[in-house]
């Protein structure tokens, strides 16, 4: 992505409109950081790709349903009827959920995440996530519950006969939604949550740019080298979960919340819907090294950037590990 003083100048406000979220004590001056952090997002979303227009048009239209939603459910709150409340919170939940881009309203992400460049899909995975995340914090609903056991099996279950990286990776994210929202009593957990997410996405994606992967079956024609291939097997079998790496920390975190609050139901489901994300991530981990000793002699020589983000991958698990005993 070349970036340009507009671009900059909306980053900033994206992030200011994030922070204030964050940081308001009133519904409406949240209202208010949504739609700055929702129209500085859209410009992000344009590129060469001529179905850009239609994801940004896509994008606009959700997301001023839920923002319209958000805004009626507050007015409701300003009239002060008591009659109302459980009908607002559950018109507040799904003005979130939309937003979240979280089951059942998780088509629009799966619609518009082809024709995004790669900054701008993991931007949109992770930053644009944190405001409707706080705003659910405050609402602290009790009727998450579905959303959240639909989101596990709808993620893991739909991903199996992907063939697209990119929608691969946005039903990841669904499914790591979820998980998030079984935290949401505690806002440290969830954005420790999001922040190894984030980290582990970032990481995934700089190697999928790196490589230029749409599909699944581009891996076993690649000609790169064996730490690229060696990075991008670590970071699937991260995002996949498997122990010792970020993944399964995050796992284990969401699964000993689970157990304090007696929710056997959410940890069957947990370890059953792991299996499958490990599957189908493992899938991409064998077929991105089964062309493993084939490549070309100019390619041995090892660049320092994937010595760095090699050594970020190996060296982060144990300090995630003592930060979190201690």
């Known amino acids: 992505m070349n970036f340009n003083s507009t671009k900059i100048l909306l980053g900033n406000t994206m992030m200011i409109g994030v922070i204030m979220v964050n940081c308001s004590n009133s519904w409406i001056s949240m209202w208010m950081g949504l739609e700055l952090v929702l129209m500085s997002f859209i410009p992000f979303m344009q590129n060469e790709n001529p179905l850009s227009s239609e994801s940004m048009i896509k994008y606009f239209i959700m997301q001023s349903i839920a923002s319209t939603l958000f805004l009626f459910s507050v007015s409701i709150m300003l009239v002060g009827d008591s009659t109302m409340e459980t009908s607002n919170e559950m018109i507040l939940t799904t003005a979130m959920l939309i937003k979240l881009g979280s089951v059942p309203f998780h088509n629009w992400v799966l619609m518009i995440v082809e ?54 990776l946005a039903y ?114 064998f077929t991105s090294i089964i062309t493993f000793n084939s490549f070309k002699k100019w390619t041995i020589s090892t660049k320092t950037n994937n010595l760095f983000m090699f050594t970020i991958n190996i060296l982060m698990t144990p300090i995630l590990c003592s930060s979190m005993i201690n």
């Open 115 to 168: 024709s995004m460049g790669i900054f701008t899909m993991t931007c949109m995975l992770t930053i644009m996530k944190i405001p409707p995340l706080v705003v659910m914090h405050q609402i602290n609903s009790s009727m998450l519950t579905i959303p959240i056991l639909l989101g596990m099996i709808v993620g893991s279950v739909t991903c199996l006969n992907q063939t697209s990286i990119r929608k691969t």
């Open 172 to 285: 990841s994210s669904i499914y790591n939604i979820s998980l998030m929202m079984t935290l949401l009593t505690s806002m440290i957990e969830t954005l420790l949550f999001l922040t190894i997410y984030t980290l582990m996405l970032i990481l995934l994606m700089k190697i999928i740019q790196t490589m230029k992967i749409n599909f699944i079956n581009q891996m076993i024609t690649n000609n790169f080298n064996n730490w690229l291939k060696m990075m991008l097997w670590i970071n699937m079998l991260s995002m996949a979960g498997f122990p010792p790496l970020m993944g399964f920390l995050i796992k284990i975190m969401t699964m000993q919340k689970m157990i304090n609050e007696n929710q056997n139901i959410m940890i069957f489901v947990l370890v059953t819907t792991s299996t499958l994300v490990l599957m189908f991530y493992t899938r991409l981990t």
